[in-house]
């Protein structure tokens, strides 16, 4: 099988695969992608436990004043 010539130039040479990462610097991105991963999922979890929380602190301030209107009531 022969190339063509724009086929030939499109070939990738020396310097063009000195820009590529190594492997090890794919680890050290990859590691540091997941750190910022976990910092989120952790800020988000943390939101969830606060919303849960109110949630419940309102439901129970709820049930509170719906008593305390029914005793006014009669």
């Given at each position: 099988?022969?190339?063509?010539?724009?086929?030939?130039?499109?070939?990738?040479?020396?310097?063009?695969?000195?820009?590529?990462?190594?492997?090890?610097?794919?680890?050290?991105?990859?590691?540091?992608?997941?750190?910022?991963?976990?910092?989120?999922?952790?800020?988000?979890?943390?939101?969830?436990?606060?919303?849960?929380?109110?949630?419940?602190?309102h439901?129970?301030?709820?049930?509170?004043?719906?008593k305390?209107?029914?005793?006014?009531?009669?």
């Amino acid at each position: 099988m022969t190339l063509s010539a724009e086929q030939f130039n499109k070939l990738a040479t020396k310097e063009d695969l000195k820009n590529f990462a190594t492997k090890d610097e794919l680890k050290i991105l990859k590691n540091e992608l997941l750190d910022v991963m976990d910092a989120i999922i952790k800020k988000l979890d943390n939101m969830e436990y606060s919303y849960i929380s109110n949630q419940v602190a309102h439901d129970r301030f709820e049930t509170r004043i719906t008593k305390l209107e029914a005793r006014k009531l009669c």
